[in-house]
C-alpha cells in the first residue's frame, strides 16, 4: 500500500512539473517581452515592453564603455563608463566610475537625442521603426552609436 501511495505522489508531482513547464514553451517569439506568446500560462515576471532597441552598435568598441539596449519595458539604454574620461552624449556626461545609467529616446525638433531616466521605463514610442544615429565624445575620442527603435511590435 506504501509503495502505491509513493507512486501517486510522483505522479502528481510529474503533473504539476509538466503543467508549469508548458508556459516555458514559446509559442511566438518576439524581442520585446509583451509580445512573446506561450503555450499555457506565461512565465512570471515584470518585463512588459511594447516596444525595443535593435541592432545597437557602437564604435569604436571599448572595453571600459558598455552601451548595452535593455528591452523590459519599452527599450531604453544602459550605459556604465568605466573610462578615465567623461563621456558627452547628446546633452548628457556621464562621469568616470557611473554604471547602468538609463537612456531613454527622444524626439526634438525632429532630431534624435537622449534624455536620462531614472527607471527602466521607456516613453518614447515611434509611430515607424526609426533609425537612431548619435555622436558623442569620450574624452577626445569620438563615440558613434545607432539602433532601430522599434514601433510597437503587438
Not at 567623461?86 to 538609463?102: C, K
Request: overall charge negative; hydrophobic content about 40%.
Amino acid at each position: 500500500m506504501g509503495a502505491l501511495r509513493n507512486k501517486s505522489w510522483l505522479l502528481i508531482i510529474m503533473c504539476l512539473l509538466a503543467v508549469a513547464a508548458v508556459g516555458c514553451t514559446v509559442k511566438k517569439d518576439s524581442p520585446v517581452p509583451a509580445c512573446i506568446e506561450y503555450w499555457g500560462p506565461s512565465p512570471i515576471g515584470g518585463c512588459f515592453g511594447t516596444t525595443a532597441i535593435l541592432d545597437l552598435k557602437v564604435e569604436p568598441q571599448l572595453e571600459c564603455l558598455e552601451i548595452t539596449a535593455n528591452n523590459c519595458n519599452g527599450g531604453i539604454l544602459e550605459v556604465s563608463n568605466t573610462c578615465a574620461e567623461m563621456l558627452a552624449l547628446s546633452q548628457i556626461t556621464i562621469h568616470p566610475g557611473e554604471r547602468h545609467v538609463g537612456l531613454d529616446v527622444d524626439k526634438q525638433n525632429g532630431e534624435h537625442v537622449l534624455i536620462m531616466v531614472d527607471s527602466i521605463f521607456s516613453l518614447y514610442v515611434p509611430e515607424e521603426d526609426e533609425l537612431v544615429e548619435l555622436q558623442g565624445m569620450l574624452g577626445a575620442q569620438e563615440v558613434r552609436i545607432s539602433f532601430i527603435k522599434t514601433k510597437e511590435l503587438c
